[in-house]
């Protein structure tokens, strides 16, 4: 099941009301060379991600983001319309990859799916939901790989309800 992608329209998820297999998507995110340069001049200082001129000599072959403008563009998307996760998105850690690099041009969303929930045996109030988020542009490619364990709150019961 895929959710819908207007997060004003979508209550919060709790552990309880996750599945797997359970997809969302995000919007989408438009991304300049301007844009690209800014974060790499603060961030990233490599020239593949500052000079198009430099970068044709590099492996990119060409102006690229750098991946952690990459990875908080992510965040920016599942934050805002990709993972409407009840306590916001809170990392217990992950792993992360870039497939192929992000160009100016790019539109990008974020696909994700839940991979494995685990209620926590010693905190009955959390648990740990594993999620896959693949980072795309307009051409469907992949540009990112984000496997992450999330904390989530589970639903509070009340004492005698079910």
Same mark, same amino acid.
């Given at each position: 099941m895929?959710?819908?992608?207007?997060?004003?329209?979508?209550?919060?998820?709790?552990?309880?009301?996750?599945?797997?297999? %359970?997809? $969302?998507?995000?919007?989408?995110?438009?991304?300049? /060379?301007?844009?690209? #340069? !800014?974060? =790499?001049?603060?961030?990233?200082? %490599?020239? $593949?991600?500052?000079?198009?001129?430099?970068?044709? /000599?590099?492996?990119? #072959? !060409?102006? =690229?983001?750098?991946?952690?403008?990459?990875?908080?563009?992510?965040?920016?998307?599942n934050v805002e319309s990709g993972l409407p996760l009840e306590g916001g998105i809170i990392g217990a850690g992950a792993e992360i990859s870039w497939p192929r690099p992000t160009r100016p041009g790019d539109v990008l969303r974020v696909e994700s799916e839940v991979i494995e929930i685990t209620p926590s045996r010693s905190r009955p109030d959390r648990g740990m939901a594993t999620v896959r988020s693949e980072t795309k542009n307009q051409r469907d490619e992949v540009v990112q790989v984000l496997v992450a364990k999330l904390v989530l709150p589970r639903r509070v019961v009340a004492p005698g309800q079910p």
């Open positions: 895929t959710e819908p992608t207007n997060s004003a329209a979508r209550r919060r998820l709790t552990l309880d009301d996750l599945t797997v297999g %359970q997809r $969302f998507v995000s919007g989408t995110y438009a991304l300049d /060379a301007d844009e690209i #340069r !800014g974060f =790499a001049q603060v961030y990233d200082p %490599q020239p $593949f991600h500052l000079d198009d001129a430099s970068a044709q /000599a590099t492996l990119f #072959r !060409g102006l =690229a983001a750098s991946g952690w403008h990459t990875a908080a563009i992510t965040m920016r998307l």
